[in-house]
């Protein structure tokens, strides 16, 4: 069932007729510093392509229960939202919206959605982010801290508040 997080945006589960504009999807997160300096085009485009398989392949054998939803502006997709609902967390996956969708606060009101989901179990939501992610702000303005930094990434995290427990 869709669900709005503003006006226009929705959300649906995605589909193997998704799968060219997932890969679509990671491509335009490449920044020129980590695109593959030297190469042509075509071998860019394979590349990335072989990344992305390596990604998907990585989070269905860790996360095989995660949601994958497509993030919809009418009829066009325009991002993606991977949620993995574990027992002891709501782990970010991977939220990632087209570079003209960015910085219009869809990605504010799916985070204030997923807290909300967070409150609502009385679970911390969960993300790693590349060191150097510009996402790091928005989630530091959701309330997320640092946790550790792992590698390549921050661990950041989002408890909910403290409240009565009901038994």
Known sequence: MPSRTSRSIEMRPAEAGDLAFMQQLYSSTRSAEVRMGGCDLATETLLQGLQFKAQQTWYETQYPNADLAVIMDRERP???LF???GPGELRILDICLLPEYRNRGIGLGLLRSLQAQGERLRLPVRVNLALGSPAQHLF???G??????DGMYNLMEWLPPAGIDPD
Do not use: I, N, S, T
């Open 78 to 80: 325009v991002g993606r």
């Open 83 to 85: 949620v993995d609902y």
């Open 140 to 142: 530091v303005r959701c």
């Open 144 to 149: 997320f801290e640092l946790l550790a930094v």
